[in-house]
């Protein structure tokens, strides 16, 4: 699970997170492709991991 706010509307979000050995891809219940992370417009909060631990990332807004 990623938690996320959107870019431009400014609302906090919750995504579903795929790592894949082509990289990490999104699924989000507001768009009906699967974009990778790059392609979302998202600024990332925080990440679950395998082992239930979170990754944390610092970005500006």
């Known amino acids: 699970m ?4 959107h870019r431009e509307l400014y609302y906090a979000h ?23 992370w790059s392609a ?6 925080t990440m679950e991991n395998a082992d239930n631990s979170f990754s944390y990332f610092l970005q500006d807004w």
């Open 2 to 5: 990623i938690t996320a706010f």
């Open 40 to 45: 979302g417009n998202f600024i990332y909060e």
């Open 14 to 36: 919750a995504l579903l997170g795929i790592i894949t050995d082509q990289g990490v891809y999104i699924l989000d219940q507001d768009n009906t492709e699967v974009l990778q």
